[in-house]
């Protein structure tokens, strides 16, 4: 393999996660406007409570941009795909 092979490879292996979690919030936002509410929190997490929301909800205007969103994914509050 070249470097460029692995180099390209490697980059795909760091960016892999980041790429779930982006394609989990866009399917979690069902209007598309940017942000998830409680409302479309409970329809794609059911399993998920309301307190992980509101923890997750770190600056507390009720609902998830997509940076809180990852953020509670790799705190844990939030489930992933990954596992």
Known sequence: MTKTT???GFALTLALPSIAQAAEFTSAD???D???TMSEFQKAMP???ADA????DANADGTLSE???AAAQ???V????EG
Do not use: I
């Open 34 to 36: 940017g942000y998830v």
């Open 6 to 8: 692995l180099a390209t």
């Open 53 to 56: 929301f509101m923890e997750a």
């Open 47 to 49: 399993e998920a409570t």
């Open 67 to 69: 940076e809180e969103f």
């Open 30 to 32: 069902a209007d598309g």
């Open 74 to 76: 790799d705190a844990g």
């Open 78 to 81: 939030l489930p992933s795909s």
